[in-house]
């Protein structure tokens, strides 16, 4: 076998403070000759973390351990080749850095790679590595995935181990992972997937209706192509409001909401005790997290028992529910803010259900619009992850990179 070596980074997606050398594997297990990238948010032994942030890098210690999920994978036999670039304190879907740039999409270039897990994706859209290991709270492994063409998935909340990786929001957090082939991104299920699987067959798919009602209609007709074309392998789709008597816009407000509450607990004191350079976006971000009012979260936390009850009430073993992963294809990096803001709150408003939910979700690279990717999206019932990551390969003929 080959020793790995450290890739060329001809993209921008690892950080200054990356390995020189590659961290070695077991060589031995299932992912034995597969090389990775880490979103440099994950410990490793004798290591600092940045958290997208030059400043936290500089104040931050040493670590003592290294993350039992990037440990898992080391086991399992593959090597580390690089650190990931990241949105600063992990605030951002755009994948934009001001300290440390934005990481370049290989398969959209000129347009954003998508963040947070902005280095992790576009590492792999540009081959420097075999998969790679990111986050999602809000949607920071699925908008990436869509706007670079890459399978990727955010896991049922819990199902990975998140101790020892720095955390944003603890009821949203997940692990997750990018992958070019969905063999490969199937074989790192097992990996770091705990036991609490639920088996089933989706033999049931409900589309949400408001979802590709907020999507940009070529993003959305491209998507339907798809799954027409999937019908052998696809259950008949029906169509079903997710919101059903809410609206996504009020799911997404709750959402916002209650992570920014639970950042006002993670991040935010470190922030005003420090008084870092933040970046365009993530101060006002702050802010706004700090803003936050008891009576806010309150009536935020009642509507998230609001979409638990509907949601899971639908996402029953052996029933996926159909959305495109993101409204748009991966905006100009240049797009002004006030377009930004506008991608980020319909994005988040079709990321808010896995989040709310803690259900798995996966986006497979399904279409191509305007020369762009356009992701495709399966959500699974509670433990569904596995049934979802066999899934994605039985629907790999149908996609494009």
């Known amino acids: 076998m080959t020793d790995p070596k450290i890739p060329a980074d001809p993209v921008g997606a690892l950080m200054p403070h990356t390995i020189s050398e590659p961290i070695k594997g077991s060589g031995v297990g299932p992912l034995a000759g597969k090389t990775f990238v880490v979103k440099d948010q994950y410990h490793i032994a004798g290591r600092k973390i940045s958290n997208g942030s030059p400043d936290y890098f500089a104040k931050s210690e040493v670590n003592e351990t290294t993350s039992p999920s990037v440990q898992k994978l080391l086991d399992a036999g593959a090597d580390i080749v690089g650190i990931a670039v990241c949105d600063e304190f992990y605030y951002s879907l755009t994948g934009a850095n001001a300290h440390y740039g934005t990481p370049v999409n290989a ?7 998508g963040g947070s ?29 869509s706007f670079c063409g890459l399978y990727g998935i955010r896991p049922s909340h819990g199902r990975v181990d998140l101790s020892n990786a720095h955390g944003m929001a603890v009821s949203f957090d997940t692990a997750g992972w990018f992958a070019n082939d969905a063999g490969l991104f199937r074989d790192i299920g097992p990996v770091l997937l705990d036991s609490a699987t639920t088996p089933g067959t989706p033999d049931r798919m409900l589309v949400i209706a408001d979802a590709f009602e907020r999507t940009d209609p070529m993003v959305g007709d491209a998507i339907s192509t798809v799954i027409g074309a999937a019908a052998g392998v696809l259950p008949e789709a029906e169509p079903v409001q997710i919101a059903g008597d809410d609206t996504l816009e009020i799911w997404w407000d ?4 209650l992570q920014g509450g639970q950042v006002a607990q993670s991040n935010l004191p470190w922030v005003q005790e420090h008084n870092p350079d933040l970046g365009p976006g993530i101060r006002e971000r702050f802010a706004m997290a700090a803003a936050i009012t008891p009576d806010e979260t309150t009536a935020a936390a009642k509507v998230r028992e609001r979409v638990l009850a509907r949601v899971l009430s639908l996402a029953t073993p052996g029933t996926i529910l159909c959305l495109p992963t993101a409204p748009v294809i991966a905006p100009k990096t240049d797009a002004p803010a006030e377009d930004l803001e506008f991608f980020r709150a319909n994005t988040m408003a079709l990321t808010c259900i896995a989040g709310h939910t803690g259900l798995p979700q996966i986006t497979i690279p399904a279409a191509q619009v305007e020369g762009c ?23 790999q003929p149908f996609c494009v990179r």
């Not at 398969?107 to 790679?113: E, K, L, S, T, V």
């Not at 433990?383 to 039985?394: P, T």
């Open 254 to 257: 709750a959402f916002r909401v």
């Open 373 to 395: 990717p356009a992701g495709l999206s399966f959500i699974g019932w509670p433990g569904g992850d596995e049934a979802l990551l066999d899934l994605a390969v039985a629907m």
């Open 117 to 145: 897990s902005s280095g992790s994706a576009a590492a792999v859209a540009a081959e420097m590595c075999d998969f790679s290991l990111g986050s999602d709270t809000g949607g920071s492994v699925r908008v990436p995935g």
């Open 107 to 113: 398969r959209a270039p000129g347009r954003m790679p």
